[in-house]
């Protein structure tokens, strides 16, 4: 972080100083004690099970310049504010507008910002990818780590800010109206995409429309004189580009003839891999610019995720061959998201558990599908999707039905929460042990490694509270899991 005095923090955050005001934070903002390191800033958050404050003590212990709490600490050095939470967002925005500023002395990042019920975290870390040359190294851009995107994720990410930050990449995640809009207040965008309107959440929200209102807040977020970047095949994110304000710039892209970015020729490999014809249009000339790409990301529905990508770094002046080929050399970088792994034993897992909704789901197991293809037994091992609402039951048997519609060989729902998954399956012609209902996680690898056999591919996935991050571990050989905000 750009160092800041105590008393700059009590300024930015409207708290009260119990500290010398002279103090200097000259390392990371934390919330967790077991992260402290001599010059950090410790933010006391209250939770549900712990209370920050409780582990200011050991955070100064262990070198922490200064701590921001909702009440004074004895002996500690202090910034006392109302609620800590907000207090860190105000610090968040203070830090991003001095840097944009030049008062730091360093470069001017330019913020990128990316919502939609989807392709949220793939997007952001192909677009970090690649910007990385174009930044100049790693150490001049900035990108979310795995999905850290809601109102305490995103803030602890702009305060990673340093004078030699060229690019700072933010996921933007929601789950009521009015979320992006906050979040955009903290980091205004230079360029803010809107990938694509889902049900993820819809029982936060309560209908579609109110997800799409609230994802095309980030439009209305970007700075004056930026860029908006609208999926075109969904009808509900290009209708946001009416809310662009008059000196915002617009483009587009998708598959359908009208995007400005858009891919044509799309193939897949029997691993589940696309290939594509990158076309670009270009202002007032009738010629287009073209250029192959071939992703290494598994799953069809990449190609959307990194059309995006590409349009935000054209966009930002990175030639069209270079764009392509960073995108055909760009990699998964975040656990559990269609992380492919091949077993010394024959068994290929696709462990796409961190997350869920409908749309994903679908995608997940048309995947499966393909990479499994004629001779391979597929696997779709499924948890609960969470916070559908009232549509839960019926988006789940939607789920179950899909799995025999696409002739998944056996099917394993975990949890009664993901019961209508089976269900579903049942309904739709599923008969003797295609499709298997267990109760838990540890029933579910009991079975897994009793039954799983030399060729065959699984899928393992669900929404993150549903637990199944640790089966993916389990089945794919990792040792931990990586456990992140929503």
């Not at 076309?279 to 995006?308: C, I, K, P, T, Y």
């Not at 838990?440 to 996935?461: M, Q, Y």
Request: net charge negative; charged share 20%; aromatic share 2%.
């Amino acid at each position: 972080m750009i160092e800041l005095t105590a008393a700059q923090v009590a300024a930015a955050t409207g708290g009260r100083l119990h500290a010398d005001p002279d103090v200097t934070v000259t390392g990371a903002v934390i919330i967790d004690s077991r992260d402290a390191a001599p010059g950090v800033l410790f933010v006391a958050l209250p939770g549900d099970r712990v209370d920050g404050h409780d582990y200011a003590p050991a955070a100064v212990a262990a070198g922490a310049a200064l701590v921001l709490a909702s009440r004074e600490l004895d002996g500690l050095p202090t910034v006392v504010v109302d609620d800590p939470q907000a207090a860190l967002g105000e610090l968040a925005r203070y830090v991003l507008a001095r840097a944009r500023s030049g008062a730091h002395g360093g470069v001017v990042p330019q913020v990128v910002a990316v919502t939609g019920s989807v392709g949220k975290t793939t997007t952001k870390d192909l677009l970090g990818q690649l910007l990385t040359p174009e930044a100049g190294g790693e150490d001049a851009i900035i990108f979310t780590k795995g999905s850290f995107n809601n109102e305490i994720g995103l803030p602890l990410t702009v305060l990673r800010v340093t004078a030699a930050t060229r690019y700072l990449v933010l996921e933007m995640g929601a789950d009521r109206l009015g979320n992006i809009a906050y979040l955009t207040g903290i980091a205004p965008p230079d360029l803010g995409v809107v990938l694509a309107v889902g049900v993820a959440h819809i029982g936060h929200f309560g209908s579609v429309e109110i997800i799409a209102k609230t994802k095309s807040e980030m439009v209305s977020g970007v700075v004056d004189g930026g860029s908006v970047v609208l999926n075109a095949d969904d009808q509900r994110v290009v209708a946001m580009a009416s809310l662009a304000g008059p000196g915002t710039t617009v483009q587009t892209f998708g598959t359908i003839p009208s995007a400005d970015v858009r891919a044509e020729d799309i193939t897949i490999d029997a691993m589940g891999r696309a290939s594509f014809t990158l076309r670009v249009a270009r202002a007032g000339e009738a010629d287009e610019q073209r250029a192959d790409v071939a992703l290494q990301l598994v799953g069809a529905h990449h190609v959307s995720n990194a059309l995006a990508a590409a349009t935000v770094v054209l966009r930002l002046g990175v030639p069209l061959p270079d764009v392509a080929k960073r995108l055909s050399e760009a990699t998964a970088l975040s656990p559990h998201r269609m992380a492919v792994t091949e077993r010394p034993d024959g068994v290929t897992v696709i462990d796409d558990a961190y997350n869920a909704n409908p749309d994903s789901m679908k995608a997940a197991l048309r995947t499966l599908a393909v990479v499994s293809g004629r001779t391979r037994r597929s696997v779709a091992v499924l948890g609960e999707m969470l916070e559908l609402g009232d549509s839960a039951r019926a988006a789940h048997d939607e789920i179950g039905r899909l799995v025999v519609r696409l002739n998944i060989k056996q099917l394993v729902v975990i949890g009664q929460g993901a019961y209508h998954i089976h269900e579903g399956a049942m309904q739709e012609g599923s008969w003797g042990s295609e499709s298997i209902f267990v109760p838990d996680i540890a029933a579910a690898r009991e079975l897994l490694d009793e039954s799983l056999e030399a060729g065959d591919v699984v899928l393992v996935k669900s929404s993150l509270g549903a637990g199944l991050t640790a089966l993916g571990d389990h089945l794919s050989g990792a040792k931990t899991t990586e456990d992140n905000h929503k």
